[in-house]
């Protein structure tokens, strides 16, 4: 059984920065594709970044393109997301997701393990 562990989220001001981290324990090979995704109060969760477990294949949302950036440390087993330039928009449960699928997508339902969370906000 996969398990996902995120940390680093925090409250923040508008246009400040944070990284979020996510260790994968135990690793496994059969992962083939990771994803942040983010579900603020009231909201549908929604895909963020993601990344293949070769480093390549990345993939992220629209309004966070140019801000965010995911990342991962195979070394470590840590998925990484630096999210720079933050709005109150951003303001949400911040997920991290893996999948054993290879292709790159940002579809919730497309992924099998799942994180517990940790909250990011912004304040204006």
């Known amino acids: 059984q996969v398990q996902l562990v995120e940390s680093g989220g925090g409250s923040v001001q508008a246009g400040g920065s944070l990284r979020l981290s996510c260790t994968v324990s135990?690793?496994?090979?059969?992962?083939?594709?990771m994803g942040w995704f983010r579900q603020a109060p009231g909201k549908e969760r929604e895909g963020v970044a993601g990344?293949?477990?070769?480093?390549?294949?990345?993939r992220s949302a629209d309004n966070v393109r140019g801000r965010f950036t995911i990342s991962k440390d195979n070394a470590k087993n840590t998925l990484y997301l630096q999210m720079n330039s933050l709005k109150p928009e951003d303001t949400a449960m911040y997920y991290c997701?893996?999948?054993?699928?290879?292709?790159?997508?940002?579809?919730?339902?497309?992924?099998?393990?799942w994180g517990q969370g940790t909250q990011v906000t912004v304040s204006s």
């Open positions: 135990p690793y496994t090979g059969n992962i083939n594709y």
């Open positions: 997701a893996a999948r054993y699928g290879w292709y790159p997508t940002l579809v919730a339902t497309e992924y099998n393990y």
């Open positions: 990344i293949g477990t070769d480093g390549g294949r990345r």
